[in-house]
Nanobody
């Protein structure tokens, strides 16, 4: 059964940091690029960062230099380290496959950045 479980969100002041985690079913984690996405109120879901099975990374311009995506293949887990957070980073964050195909979305984790 495909499963994605995100955690680590919370309320933080602008300039602060959070680390998100996503535990994935081994069946989808192995050999696949993974990605972090976010959806702010009233906006479409957008891609934040991706990481290939080999560790290659790519970031949206809005988070470049502030966010770092990583993965632990032994734990089937992908992380998102978020530094220098801004109020505009407020959103529900989700993980999923990092390519053109998606699997069922998890519940996401809420990140709220206060000014």
């Amino acid at each position: 059964q495909v499963q994605l479980v995100e955690s680590g969100g919370g309320l933080v002041q602008a300039g602060g940091s959070l680390r998100l985690s996503c535990a994935a079913s081994r069946s989808i984690f192995m050999f696949n690029a993974m990605g972090w996405y976010r959806q702010a109120p009233g906006k479409q879901r957008e891609l934040v960062a991706t990481i290939t099975s080999g560790g290659g990374t790519n970031y949206a311009d809005s988070v470049q230099g502030r966010f770092t995506i990583s993965r632990d293949n032994a734990k089937n887990t992908v992380y998102l380290q978020m530094n220098s957070l801004k109020p505009e980073d407020t959103a529900v964050y989700y993980c999923n496959l990092g390519g053109s195909v998606r699997v069922s979305w998890g519940q996401g984790t809420q990140v709220t950045v206060s000014s």
